[in-house]
Structure formats: C-alpha cells, structure tokens
C-alpha cells in the first residue's frame, strides 16, 4: 500500500501480520501441543489423549523425544506468536521531493534497536537496483543504492512479486526520485 502525492510518496511495509504467519503459528502451537501430550500421558501411563493409548508408546525413548519435539515447538510457536504481536518488520518508506529527504522506518524486536530509523538526502541516492533470480527458488529484490551507504533493500524478499511488477515499482521510484535503474 502506498500514498503519493507531487512532492511525497509514502510506503507502507507490512510487517509479521501475515495470515501465513498466524496460520503456521497456530499450526504450530496444536502439533507442539499434541506432541508434547502424548509424551506426558507415556510418562504418566494414562490416557490423556485418548487417540493414542499410552500402552502403544514407551516413554523411553519415544515419550521423551515426543515430550522433547513438543517443547520445542511450543517454544518456536511463542517466537512466531511474539514477532506477530510486536509486528517486526513493519514500518514506512518516505520519499520527500521537497525537503530532499528519504526516511526509512522499521519496527525491530524489543530492546535498544526496536525503532530502526534511517535517513539521508536524496542527492546521496545513486539509482535505484533491481535483482531478479528466476529457477526453482525465485528471488526478485529492489534496492536504493546509497553512496557511501551500499544497497538497502526496500522490498521484502518473501513478497511475491512478478517480474513485471517489480519492474513497474523500481520504474516509478525511479521516475520520482530522478534516479538511473540497474538491474542485476
């Protein structure tokens, strides 16, 4: 999502509240959960769940690694569950032809990095790149090559853009900000 406008163009970055990451999310949390049950219910030698009756699995070795990959994945649900309530990732590009600035906003994790804040003048912008890999495992990325600075990536590599669609963006910014396009 976007807003433009003579002098200002503004873009929005979704962060980690996808519906992918809620749905693996929650997936997560109830395989985690299941496994980390069963793995209690050999130890206990009762039926907990009732689909598996506890006689079927030895707590050692199958209780512990059921306990063990349950735990586990109870502690990467959290992760995802964190990321999506603190929305990383998420944040604003702002081009301002007026003032001659860029801004670059994201939010981070918690902690002295939680706001990622860039700024720099726009004559410091040498063109904007595009990266395009197509195979098995396609990449298509669009950068601001920043003197001094390198390349700093304004599309997330996880969007799936079409070639097309990517080139139409990188031909707008480039248009707005009076920039060559590089393509690699």
């Known amino acids: 999502m976007s807003w433009r406008s003579e002098s200002i163009w503004i873009e929005f970055i979704t962060g ?6 809620f749905c693996w999310a929650f997936i997560l949390f109830l395989g985690s959960l299941g496994f980390l049950l069963v793995g209690t219910s050999s130890y206990l030698g009762r039926n907990v769940i009732s689909l598996f009756p506890s006689q079927q699995i030895i707590f050692f070795p199958q209780g512990i690694v059921m306990s ?8 990467i649900s959290c992760y995802l569950w964190c990321t999506i309530l603190w929305n990383v990732g998420s944040g604003y590009d702002l081009f301002d032809r007026k003032e001659g600035i860029v801004r670059i906003f994201r939010w981070g994790f918690p902690g002295k990095s939680r706001r990622i804040f860039l700024r720099f003048f726009m004559k410091d912008i040498q063109s904007i ?3 395009v890999k197509e195979g098995v495992s396609a990449r298509r990325v669009l950068y601001m090559e920043i003197r001094g600075q390198g390349a700093i990536p304004l599309i997330r590599t996880d969007e799936n853009f079409t070639t097309r669609e990517i080139e139409q963006k990188a031909a707008e910014l480039a248009y707005f900000l009076r920039v060559p396009i590089e393509v690699f």
């Open 129 to 131: 790149r595009i990266e």
């Open 68 to 75: 063990f990959y349950g735990i586990a994945g109870l502690f």
């Open 16 to 21: 980690s509240r996808k519906t992918s990451n």
